[in-house]
Nanobody, 122 residues
């Protein structure tokens, strides 16, 4: 299971840290992705971290503002979000895949958690 948390209301320019707690499997055996879905829009990839080498990849829209990390000892993945913009408003989901490295393609992920809502507004 994956459980995302840490969402909330934040002003533009602010920061939030999302957490994705994993249970039932060993985190370092899986690549993890963060995805988001804004109202009326399709779900999109935000960032991902590879099980193979811990390399990270980011969508162009969040590069330089978001940082993804993992703590295998705590079975938790984090998404540090800085310089938030109103267009970052969405429900954020974490997902896991056991095969291959990281990917921003949601179709490559086997397991999904419930989302956490991030609202960026003044």
């Amino acid at each position: 299971q994956l459980q995302a948390s840490g969402g909330g209301l934040v002003q533009p320019g602010g920061s939030l840290r999302l957490s994705c707690a994993v249970s039932g499997f060993t985190l370092d055996d899986y690549s993890i992705g963060w995805f988001r879905q804004a109202p009326g829009k399709e779900r999109e990839g935000v960032s991902c971290i590879s099980r193979l080498d811990d390399s990270t990849h980011y969508a162009d829209s969040v590069k330089g503002r978001f940082t993804m990390s993992r703590d295998n000892a705590k079975n938790t993945v984090y998404l540090q979000m800085n310089s938030l913009k109103p267009e970052d408003t969405a429900v954020y989901y974490c997902a896991a895949r056991s095969a291959g490295g990281s990917s921003l393609n949601l179709n490559n992920y086997n397991y999904w958690g419930q989302g956490t809502l991030v609202t960026v507004s003044s």
